[in-house]
C-alpha cells in the first residue's frame, strides 16, 4: 500500500510539473460536456457535491449522465480554504474528494443523481474506498439547499433496507449542509478524458440497486442505467467518455 501511494505521488508531480492549477487563469471548460464548470445554476437547475472515492472516476459517472450540465472536482467537508491535493491527501485538511454536479431538473430528478451516488460506490466503508485509504476518500453528500436534504435522507433509509436485505454493513455516508466548495487543480478536472491518463477508479459498488423511495421521481429511462453494470468490475473505466444519449 505504502509502494502504492509512492507512485501515485510520483505519477501526480510529474503531471503538476506540466500543468496549470485550477485557480491560476485556466480554461474552465468542461472537456467534455463543453460547459462552464464553474457554472452557478439557473432557475431551472441546482447543484449537489458528492464524495465517492477516488474523484477521478466519480466525475465521470456523473458526466454521462443525460441532464447533468457540468461537474467538476475539487474538495469539500474540511476546514482549510483552498486546499491543495498534497494538503488533502495529507488528512490534516479534513476535506473529502468530491464532485460537484450540476443538473437540469427539467431532464434529471436528484433521486436519479442519488440512485447514481448509492450504486457507483460502497458508502459502508469509513474513510476508504477499496484500496484507497484516508479521510479524504469518504463516503459523502454535501448539499447547498436546504430543500434536498428530506430527499436524501430518504434515499439513505431506503438504501440502508436494500444493503441490510444482502446482509451488508451500516452506511457510512457523511451528509451535511455546506456553503464552500474547492476546485482541485486542473490537471485532475475531468481527468479521465485527457491524454495520457492512468485509468484509474478506486469504487467498490455493493451491486445493491436504490429502487423508487419515498420522494423519488425519476425521470430517466431504465435504458440509461443498462449502460452501468456494477456486475463488471470498473464498469466506467471500460465505457467510452460520451455522455448516454436519453430516449435511445
Not at 477499496?130 to 469518504?138: A, E, H, I, L
Not at 453528500?141 to 435522507?153: A, G, P, Q, R
Amino acid at each position: 500500500m505504502i509502494y502504492k501511494i509512492k507512485i501515485m505521488f510520483k505519477f501526480l508531480k510529474k503531471i503538476m510539473n506540466n500543468k496549470k492549477l485550477i485557480n491560476n487563469s485556466i480554461d474552465s471548460i468542461h472537456r467534455i460536456l463543453k460547459t462552464d464548470i464553474r457554472k452557478e445554476p439557473s432557475l431551472q437547475e441546482d447543484e449537489i457535491i458528492f464524495g465517492c472515492g477516488c474523484f477521478w472516476g466519480a466525475e465521470k459517472c456523473f458526466w454521462k449522465l443525460p441532464g447533468v450540465v457540468t461537474t467538476s472536482v475539487g474538495y469539500a467537508g474540511g476546514e482549510k480554504n483552498n486546499p491543495t491535493y498534497y494538503e488533502v491527501c495529507s488528512g490534516i485538511t479534513g476535506h473529502s474528494e468530491v464532485v460537484r454536479v450540476v443538473w437540469d431538473k427539467r431532464e434529471i430528478d436528484i433521486s436519479d443523481l442519488l440512485k447514481m451516488f448509492w450504486e457507483c460506490h460502497d458508502p459502508t466503508q469509513k474513510n476508504r474506498q477499496g484500496n484507497d485509504m484516508g479521510t479524504q476518500y469518504r463516503s459523502a453528500i454535501y448539499y447547498k439547499n436546504e430543500n434536498n436534504k428530506k430527499i436524501i435522507l430518504a434515499s439513505k433509509e431506503e438504501y440502508q433496507k436494500q444493503l441490510n436485505k444482502h446482509n451488508l454493513g451500516f452506511i457510512e455516508t457523511e451528509i451535511k449542509m455546506i456553503n464552500t466548495y474547492f476546485y482541485a487543480e486542473e490537471y485532475h478536472q475531468q481527468y479521465l478524458a485527457s491524454a495520457g491518463s492512468r485509468q484509474y477508479c478506486s469504487a467498490s459498488p455493493t451491486r445493491v440497486k436504490l429502487p423508487e423511495f419515498s420522494g423519488s421521481n425519476y425521470k430517466l429511462d431504465a435504458n440509461i442505467w443498462e449502460n452501468f453494470n456494477w456486475e463488471v468490475d470498473k464498469c466506467v473505466l471500460r465505457s467510452d467518455n460520451k455522455p448516454i444519449k436519453k430516449n435511445i
